[in-house]
């Protein structure tokens, strides 16, 4: 098994070499344990026979309305929940196997909705620094690890400043610091965004693209929004428990009824272009942003 050092992508030759998928998730089955002794009440799954294979290096954008099980698989993937029937494999490490639990999670690290809830120090590079410390990693290798992981999310400048005078994007930005100082193959934002303003929101998308691209870091964005899906590789998307759609995202917007019936609420370009078709402009399927739309319409 080969570790994944925080290199720019061109300089690693990893996705080559790499066959086995990175995440394997095989027929996962999970039911969360219903609430309260006397209840009789039969809980339905929110993981029902769930299969996905995740490649090192790939950007997913993990889809769905609210309920419908992203979550719920995304903590499967760094063995916060354990699979009832089927089993979660990460670089080949069964989730099932307590002892791997460490080293699944160096591997895979998650970002939550609140970065509030992911800080723990009272300075920024100390709070990068934290799960290093507690692993006990060698002080000089701690200082490089921290330095390289607040220079790839931009808050260098910020080293000395108490989290709490950071605005809410930067906040989030240093969680990603904090998971990014383990050099985790992968990284998880479950709905990192959606506490943040539509301009920070837009800021920690970019921060996702900039270090999938520079680092060759798998990215599993976990999402309700349609617009945050559109520049990623793959989407796959979710309902009910199931993985209901799952390819690029020109073949995923192609579907535009589908996507409404799974209720999710379609990009406004997307909206437009629709539009634009209907009144008889020949707008491609592939474009899925207004720059796009609009080269369309003017070539
Ligand atoms: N801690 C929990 N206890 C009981 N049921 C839960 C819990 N978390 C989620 N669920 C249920 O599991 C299903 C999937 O939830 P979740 O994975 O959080 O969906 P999503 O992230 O797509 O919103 C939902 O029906 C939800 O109500
Ligand atoms: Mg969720």
Redesign the pocket.
């Known amino acids: 098994m080969q570790e994944i050092v925080l290199v720019p992508a061109q300089e690693t030759h990893y996705t080559i070499m790499n066959t086995l998928p990175l995440i394997a998730i095989q027929n996962v089955t999970y039911t969360?344990p219903a609430?309260g002794k006397k209840t009789r009440s039969i809980t339905s799954p929110?993981l029902d026979g769930v299969s996905l294979n995740i490649a090192q290096g790939e950007y997913i954008a993990l889809l769905?309305h609210?309920?419908?099980?992203?979550?719920?698989l995304a903590r499967h993937c760094n063995a916060l929940l354990l699979p009832e029937s089927g089993h979660v494999l990460i670089d080949g490490l069964d989730t099932l196997d307590n002892s791997l639990h460490q080293r699944i999670r160096d591997k895979v690290g998650m970002i939550f909705q609140n970065p509030d809830n992911q800080i723990i120090a009272t300075v920024v590079e100390d709070d990068v620094a934290w799960a290093l410390r507690v692993r006990g990693i060698p002080l000089p290798l701690l200082r490089e690890r921290v330095e390289d992981a607040m220079t790839a999310v931009g808050i260098e400048t910020l080293r000395r400043f108490p989290p709490h005078k950071l605005s809410g994007g930067q906040r989030q930005r240093l969680a990603i610091a904090g998971v990014l100082a383990l050099r985790p193959q992968c990284i998880i934002a479950d709905e990192a965004t959606s506490m943040l303003d539509p301009l920070s929101r837009q800021d920690i998308v970019s921060l996702l693209h900039h270090l999938h691209q520079q680092y060759n870091l798998t990215v599993i964005h976990v999402t309700h929004l349609l617009e945050e899906a559109v520049l990623a590789q793959r989407i796959v998307v979710?309902e009910q428990?199931h993985i209901v759609m799952d390819g690029t995202p020109s073949t995923i917007f192609a579907n535009l009824e589908q996507l409404r019936a799974l209720k999710l609420a379609l990009p406004e370009p997307l909206v437009l272009a629709e539009r634009l078709r209907t009144i008889g402009f020949p707008i491609s399927r592939h474009a899925l942003t207004i720059e796009t739309i609009a080269q369309e319409i003017t070539h």
Do not use: D, L
């Not at 609210?66 to 719920?72: F, I």
């Open positions: 969360y609430e929110a769905g609210n309920g419908s099980g992203k979550s719920t979710m428990g």
